[in-house]
């Protein structure tokens, strides 16, 4: 609906009013009028997650053309991730951090995996928002922004090194929008921060996989949780492809495991083989629950992360065993397959990883026959062990 001049000056020669309290122009721009007729242009829209209602001024001192054109400047300035009072007030108002991070969440962390952007709105929730309230981030000296960061890398030194990684990210995807001109942020190097995290180099062996089998086995958790670190223990996954997954995800009669790329760190799809254990294990899962294989509270909803985790920082302390997490069992997978004989290229497949060189460029051959060999060998020696340590 459009609003029209003419519509206004009746409006207005009345001593009264009792129609419609608010008449749209569309995009967020109203006439609002009150019972004595008295009508005021005013801008309804939302900025940094907050809903603004903006006078733009009264009918007839303000015309009709005279909002639209404010409006349209309102409009820019906030898709340009600043403040549309600005259009008002005339004040030349400052960036804050706030309002980098909030446009960075809204324009850039969303075209990312939904993994990645739930750890960067966490990082922006528990780090980033509120961090230097009220301050214009040009003008944050880089001696405020390394006591900032070196006040958390006191307790978590690798995770001060990648907020500040993160925190780059973010202030250079405003500059490159034209929100920002420059940080002082610039002027620090990442190795000052911090420390970087180490390469994982905890390999269980046979008989701490053994272990923790066991331990999750005899665990109160939901069949979802149990059955998701299990199937991660013999296919060496990544937990989130698994995590992840769907029923469509496995074609159980050609006994084939599609990673989409969307779930995939490459981008791209990758083919495992259902070797015989996991398949057992896979079948109860699809006799238990539909199209969500492995879900939460809501059996429409995948688990958590979060939950995952925290199911498995509980079995971790139940054991006495080095320190390890989920990752690991990659790492295990590798080794222990490459202990049996598995080809190099084939385990690299089985870990979901892409060839390097030319193989990567002209040989797209997945090696399932090869792979599916070398689960099996794998899932034997695992099991055999799994016997031993049971029968204790």
Same mark, same amino acid.
């Given at each position: 609906? =459009?609003i029209? !001049?003419?519509?206004?000056?009746?409006?207005?020669?009345?001593?009264t009013?009792?129609?419609?309290s608010?008449?749209?122009?569309?995009?967020?721009?109203?006439?609002r009028?009150?019972?004595?007729?008295?009508?005021?242009?005013?801008?309804r829209?939302?900025?940094n997650?907050?809903?603004?209602?903006?006078?733009?001024?009264k009918y007839?001192? =303000?015309?009709?053309k005279?909002?639209?054109?404010?409006?349209?400047i309102?409009?820019?300035l906030?898709?340009?991730?600043r403040?549309?009072e600005?259009?008002?007030?005339?004040?030349?108002?400052?960036?804050t951090?706030?309002?980098?991070?909030n446009y960075?969440?809204?324009?850039?962390v969303?075209?990312l995996?939904?993994?990645?952007q739930?750890?960067?709105?966490?990082?922006?929730?528990?780090?980033?928002?509120?961090?230097?309230? !009220?301050?214009?981030?040009?003008?944050?000296?880089?001696?405020?922004?390394?006591?900032?960061?070196?006040?958390i890398?006191?307790d978590?030194?690798?995770?001060?090194h990648?907020?500040?990684?993160?925190?780059?990210?973010c202030?250079?995807?405003?500059k490159?929008?034209?929100?920002?001109?420059?940080?002082?942020?610039?002027?620090?190097?990442?190795q000052?921060v911090?420390?970087?995290?180490?390469?994982?180099?905890?390999?269980p062996t046979?008989?701490?996989l053994?272990?923790?089998?066991?331990?999750?086995?005899?665990?109160r958790?939901s =069949?979802?949780?149990?059955?998701?670190?299990?199937?991660t223990?013999?296919?060496?996954?990544?937990?989130?492809?698994l995590?992840?997954?769907?029923?469509?995800?496995f074609?159980?009669?050609?006994g084939?495991?599609?990673?989409?790329?969307?779930?995939?760190k490459?981008?791209?799809?990758?083919?495992?083989?259902?070797?015989?254990?996991?398949?057992?294990?896979?079948?109860?899962v699809?006799?238990?629950? !539909? !199209?969500?294989?492995?879900?939460?509270?809501?059996?429409?909803?995948?688990?958590?992360?979060?939950?995952?985790?925290?199911?498995?920082r509980?079995?971790?302390a139940?054991?006495?065993?080095?320190?390890?997490r989920?990752?690991?069992?990659?790492?295990?997978?590798?080794?222990?397959?490459?202990?049996?004989?598995?080809?190099?290229h084939?385990?690299?497949?089985m870990?979901?990883?892409?060839?390097?060189g030319?193989l990567?460029?002209?040989?797209k051959?997945d090696?399932?026959?090869?792979?599916?060999?070398?689960y099996?060998?794998?899932t034997?020696?695992?099991?055999?062990?799994?016997?031993?340590?049971?029968?204790?």
């Amino acid at each position: 609906m =459009t609003i029209l !001049d003419r519509q206004l000056k009746l409006i207005a020669k009345q001593e009264t009013y009792d129609g419609p309290s608010e008449i749209s122009d569309g995009e967020g721009l109203v006439a609002r009028i009150s019972p004595t007729a008295n009508i005021t242009f005013q801008y309804r829209c939302r900025f940094n997650g907050k809903s603004l209602r903006i006078k733009i001024g009264k009918y007839p001192a =303000t015309t009709l053309k005279e909002a639209r054109r404010k409006h349209k400047i309102m409009m820019e300035l906030r898709e340009s991730g600043r403040n549309p009072e600005i259009a008002i007030n005339g004040e030349q108002e400052f960036v804050t951090l706030d309002d980098c991070v909030n446009y960075w969440l809204q324009h850039y962390v969303p075209t990312l995996k939904k993994g990645t952007q739930a750890l960067y709105r966490s990082f922006a929730r528990n780090y980033f928002l509120g961090a230097f309230p !009220d301050r214009n981030v040009e003008t944050i000296a880089a001696r405020e922004w390394m006591q900032w960061l070196d006040a958390i890398g006191t307790d978590k030194p690798k995770t001060a090194h990648s907020l500040f990684a993160q925190l780059r990210s973010c202030l250079n995807f405003c500059k490159s929008k034209f929100i920002i001109e420059r940080t002082d942020l610039e002027r620090i190097k990442k190795q000052n921060v911090g420390t970087r995290p180490e390469n994982g180099s905890r390999v269980p062996t046979w008989s701490e996989l053994a272990t923790i089998w066991l331990a999750i086995e005899r665990s109160r958790a939901s =069949t979802a949780n149990k059955t998701l670190h299990q199937l991660t223990m013999l296919w060496g996954n990544r937990l989130s492809e698994l995590r992840l997954a769907r029923r469509s995800h496995f074609d159980m009669k050609a006994g084939i495991w599609t990673v989409p790329k969307e779930l995939s760190k490459t981008n791209k799809p990758i083919r495992r083989p259902i070797p015989s254990k996991a398949r057992a294990i896979l079948e109860r899962v699809m006799e238990t629950y !539909d !199209d969500v294989l492995f879900p939460g509270q809501d059996l429409n909803t995948p688990i958590s992360i979060a939950a995952a985790n925290r199911y498995i920082r509980r079995i971790r302390a139940s054991l006495p065993l080095e320190e390890w997490r989920t990752h690991d069992f990659r790492r295990s997978l590798s080794t222990g397959a490459s202990e049996l004989g598995v080809m190099p290229h084939v385990v690299e497949k089985m870990l979901g990883h892409e060839l390097g060189g030319v193989l990567a460029v002209y040989n797209k051959h997945d090696w399932l026959e090869e792979q599916l060999a070398g689960y099996e060998l794998y899932t034997e020696k695992f099991f055999t062990t799994f016997d031993l340590i049971e029968k204790k």
